[in-house]
């Protein structure tokens, strides 16, 4: 069975932090690794990953995979009170189908406090 | 466009009521998805459509049937609901072309809250 478990579950962390977020995966058939950003309702997409060790960044955020030690990291520099989100992870199976099959991770709720 | 649109935003029913979700895309995504998510949880999947057809049912119960009229529609019909079926139902479409990556690339509506009395 696929599985993704992301670690820390909660962190508090005051504006101006840098925070670290951890994805580890067991996924058969991996493609790539997706993180997405949840503030209310709809998962926004923000990284998607399928190279191991090329980072990918957007701003304060960056993000890379290692496919041999099975887990990516998300890290996001300068914290803003708008960083304030659920972020999870997902490992996708690669079925060569036309629709993706994901496998989402608990989720790491990272508060930022002024 | 890059939006998926989901209605109604809220939604209120009793255990006998009969009532829809629907779900819009206008991104020529031609695989789309019903996602359930409880607080404080991950989405978890229960239905995916791919050219219309339907591709995974995660073993959902009956009382949920989807529906896609076209590749821009998706339904949820909702009947005879449990008080624990009360969530976040989400919405999501991705490409969907054989063989593409990005088929793992899932855009997500805002989702239904949905409370079942």
């Known amino acids: 069975e696929d599985k993704v478990v992301q670690s820390p579950l909660s962190l508090v962390v005051h504006e101006g932090d840098t925070v670290t977020l951890n994805c580890s995966y067991e996924?058969?058939?991996?493609?790539?690794l997706l993180w997405y950003k949840q503030e209310k309702k709809a998962p926004t997409f923000l990284f998607m990953l399928?190279?191991?060790?090329i980072e990918k960044k957007s701003g304060r955020l960056s993000s890379i995979l290692d496919k041999k030690e099975l887990f990516s990291i998300l890290n996001i520099t300068a914290t803003q009170t708008g960083d304030s989100a659920i972020y999870l992870c997902?490992?996708?199976?690669?079925?060569?189908?036309?629709?993706?099959?994901?496998?989402f991770g608990q989720g790491t709720i990272l508060t930022v406090h002024p | 466009d890059t939006e998926v649109t989901q209605t109604p935003k809220h939604l209120v029913m009793g255990m006998t009521n009969k009532k829809s979700l629907k779900c819009e895309q206008h991104?020529?995504?031609?695989?789309m998805y019903w996602y359930k998510q409880k607080a404080k949880k991950p989405p978890e999947l229960m239905f995916v459509?791919?050219?219309?057809?339907?591709?995974i049912n995660e073993s959902v119960p009956s009382r949920f049937s989807p529906e896609c009229p076209n590749s821009s529609l998706l339904n949820l019909h909702l009947h005879a609901l449990q008080p624990e079926d009360s969530a976040l139902y989400l919405c999501?479409?991705?490409?969907?072309?054989?063989?593409?990556?990005?088929?793992?690339?899932?855009?997500f509506g805002s989702g239904t809250q949905l409370s079942v009395l």
């Open positions: 999501a479409s991705s490409q969907g072309f054989p063989g593409f990556a990005t088929n793992e690339k899932l855009f």
């Open positions: 996924v058969t058939n991996f493609r790539s």
């Open positions: 399928t190279s191991s060790g």
């Open positions: 997902a490992a996708a199976n690669a079925g060569g189908t036309s629709y993706g099959k994901l496998t």
């Open positions: 991104m020529g995504h031609r695989a």
């Open positions: 459509y791919s050219y219309e057809k339907l591709s």
